[in-house]
């Protein structure tokens, strides 16, 4: 077994790697950049090894200073976890040259699998099913239009180089497919160097289900049963699930057969996962000569090859709920040239997991990356958590804004979800926005209910949530109420006092309200009534709707419920943060209460933490309200700052590549001048 692991990553999959080293006594070292100096997976450590500046190019991604960093440390292995350099073949191959263990696959398998042409090819000879499509790759359009008449439109462009969906492109019909492979090939050479692509079969509404893996260096080779992984945004998961619902048995088979058989027909060892598509829409799959192609499954669906991930997956929790396995120590075993400690007929499934992934994100705009400081964290204590941070911690804007896995556990589907929804309604992260609150709204879709999903429904959701987006601001109105309200009322402390004072208010009237407060949120104010107080609870009015809240303390967050929603809250010198169902709201608190929505500003900020990587205004330009004056890079996402109204660029008041904070002013404008 490894001695001592250098775990090259950071945030949960670090701390999750690290937890299954603790248990084993393992010894391991911890790497981290600038940005990570007191992040939480470096507790613990054998030794912490600061790679370089913040930037993941800088530190993360140096192969060159994590292999020092091992063998500097007395290392005999290193396990990648996943993203950075896991599916990177040179650093694979690095890593062994150097003497060390590569937790994962052979830089050669990984290297065969990242090229889709290459996998899509291995799987075809090894009898796996494959999309309709072209066998080789190619930037000739000829090429392309004679494969997509093939198959039959609509068809599918991929970057052969790419992953995450980056660069694919739907064609609809011919007239369209000249423009767009013209594109395509731009984009991918200048994302990945290669502008090679392929063309396949486009499946309109396919269901995502991958096969987890395992293979030793003895030749054995066998599955952990399947996932569901449909609900995904952007291509990017973001609800999993094992096993998959209403899959009909000779399609689990199937799926699974195909997996082992690919795996064994290229010599895989470690952990790996097959990615399938599963076709629920076999009458409309195009049109052309081959569009009857491909496995049936004997249950009026088709399932082909996607990809395979040579590493741990993310989603791999929910399999290490049904299965009671930690895939972390078979990874472990594996690379230390051990028998895997199962036979197929001895790994079984019980039960059913979810897991939801919690982003540091806006949901209402747009899912933009909101990093920055958590300021207080509180995770749910029924049920796995695997985070990057526990009480409070850092999201730096320079990585992936993922902070958090929810994975939760039942008897069956129903009782798992409901465990998962809860756990998404009660956990509370302040200081930073995330996609909490609308994970709780998914996981209540009658669709994900019935597990009815496909690749397109959260796309659907999404559009559907934002037409009918509830009006949440009086119940955080009345959740602020409750958190402004002292322990005891006192007309020296409390904010209860509006223009006549709740004493008076009373003796005029014994029906008036106990006190008024005003509450300021997203440019307007709305005014927050008490009218009724008892022990633990109160009753609040607001725009005319009334809420009973409760309120406890927990050290210095309050937590309650409002109607059937739960709430926690933070005090402010200025007001509140509330998060309500896994919304996060601010507050401003007053008694004057003044209505700001139409109040302008000629101050431009950044609406996050980001480094400036364009700056198209300069001093004296006429910009329009909604004109872009900078570009904000954060998350690996880049964010459009716009003029916040119409005049000219007054004063900029910072430079290409500085790294700038949330709400720092970057360009003045002067309204006065149009």
Same mark, same amino acid.
């Given at each position: 077994?490894?001695? &001592? ?34 992040? !939480? ?19 993360? @991604? ?14 005999? !292995? ?13 650093? =694979? ?26 996998? $899509? ?29 093939? /198959?039959?439109?609509?068809? /599918? ?10 660069? #694919? ?6 007239? *369209? ?16 160097? *290669?502008? %090679? ?39 990017? $998961? ?11 048995? *000779?399609?689990?088979? =199937? ?96 039960? +059913? ?19 920055? %400081?958590?300021? !207080? ?35 069956? %589907? ?7 929804? +809860? ?81 008076? %208010? ?9 006190? &008024? ?6 440019? +307007?104010?709305?005014? !927050? ?36 929603? @739960? ?22 608190? *007053? ?16 609406? #996050? ?26 998350? $690996? #996402?880049?964010?459009?700052?716009? =003029? ?14 500085? /790294? ?15």
């Amino acid at each position: 077994m490894v001695k &001592r692991l250098l775990i090259a990553n950071r945030g949960e999959i670090a701390r999750r790697i690290a937890r299954t080293c603790r248990r084993l006594d393992i010894e391991y070292v911890a790497v981290h950049s600038e940005a990570d100096s007191a992040a !939480a997976h470096l507790d613990g450590a054998f030794e912490q090894v600061l790679l370089g500046p913040s930037p993941a190019a800088d530190s993360y @991604l140096r192969a060159d200073a994590l292999i020092d960093a091992a063998l500097r440390t007395g290392c005999d !292995a290193v396990h990648p976890g996943y993203g950075f350099l896991s599916e990177n073949p040179e650093f =694979a191959a690095a890593v062994t040259e150097a003497g060390l263990v590569f937790v994962g696959p052979g830089s050669d398998t990984i290297a065969a699998m990242g090229d889709k042409a290459t996998a $899509k090819r291995l799987m075809a000879e090894a009898g796996v099913p494959v999309l309709p499509g072209s066998a080789t790759a190619t930037e000739s359009v000829d090429e392309i239009r004679a494969g997509a008449a093939e /198959i039959g439109y609509p068809v /599918i462009l991929k970057p052969v180089a790419g992953g995450g969906g980056k660069g #694919m492109q739907v064609i609809e019909r011919e007239s *369209d497919l000249a423009p767009a492979v013209e594109a395509a090939v731009r984009l991918a050479r200048a994302n990945f160097g *290669d502008g %090679r692509l392929l063309v396949e079969r486009y499946l309109r509404r396919p269901r995502h289900i991958e096969v987890q893996v395992f293979g030793d260096t003895h030749g054995t080779v066998v599955h952990l049963f399947e996932r569901e992984c449909s609900l995904q945004r952007r291509h990017q $998961k973001i609800v999993e699930e094992a096993p998959a619902a209403n899959l009909p048995a *000779d399609l689990r088979e =199937a799926l699974l057969a195909a997996a082992v058989r690919g795996a064994r027909a290229i010599g895989y060892v470690n952990a790996g996962t097959f990615e399938f598509i599963v076709d629920t829409d076999v009458a409309g799959a195009g049109t052309g000569a081959g569009a009857r192609a491909g496995a049936a499954d004997g249950s009026g669906g088709r399932f082909y090859f996607l990809e395979v991930n040579t590493r741990l997956q993310v989603e791999h929790p929910v399999t290490e709920a049904i299965t009671g396995l930690d895939l972390v120590e078979w990874q472990l075993m594996v690379a230390a040239g051990e028998q895997l400690p199962l036979a197929q007929g001895e790994i079984t499934a019980s039960g +059913h997991a979810v897991e939801c992934r919690v982003y540091a994100e806006d949901p209402d705009a747009d899912f933009r990356p909101a990093p920055g %400081r958590a300021l !207080a964290a509180v995770w749910p204590t029924d049920l796995r958590v695997d985070a990057a941070f526990d009480g409070r911690g850092e999201v730096p804007v320079f990585y992936d804004p993922m902070i958090a896995k929810l994975i939760a556990h039942g008897p069956a %589907r129903p009782a798992a979800l409901r465990q998962l929804l +809860h756990a998404v309604r009660s956990t509370a992260v302040l200081g930073v926005t995330t996609n909490l609150g609308f994970l709780a709204d998914l996981l209540r879709d009658t669709r994900v209910s019935a597990g009815l999903t496909d690749t397109h429904l959260v796309d659907e959701f999404t559009a559907r949530a934002a037409r009918h987006r509830r009006d949440t601001d009086p119940v955080a109105a009345a959740c602020a109420a409750a958190i402004s309200l002292p322990a005891r009322t006192g007309p020296a402390e409390s904010p209860w006092s509006g223009s006549v004072g709740a004493f008076d %208010r009373r003796l005029l009237d014994p029906r008036a309200p106990l006190g &008024r407060v005003a509450c300021r949120i997203g440019g +307007h104010t709305l005014e !927050a009534a008490l009218l009724t107080r008892r022990a633990g609870s109160l009753t609040v009015e607001v725009a005319g709707e009334r809420f009973t809240v409760t309120r406890t303390s927990d050290g210095p967050l309050l937590r309650g419920t409002v109607g059937e929603s @739960l709430w926690t809250g933070l005090r402010r010198a200025d007001g509140c943060e509330l998060v309500v169902d896994g919304r996060r709201m601010a507050l401003t608190l *007053d008694v004057t209460g003044e209505d700001d929505s139409a109040a302008g500003g000629d101050a431009v900020t950044s609406p #996050m933490p980001g480094t400036v990587v364009q700056l198209p205004v300069a001093v004296g330009d006429v910009v329009q309200q909604g004109d872009t004056v900078a570009i904000v890079e954060a998350m $690996k #996402m880049e964010n459009r700052v716009l =003029a916040s109204a119409s005049g000219v660029v007054e004063e900029i008041r910072c430079a290409l590549a500085d /790294i700038v904070s949330a709400d720092q002013v970057l360009v003045v404008i002067d309204t006065d001048q149009t």
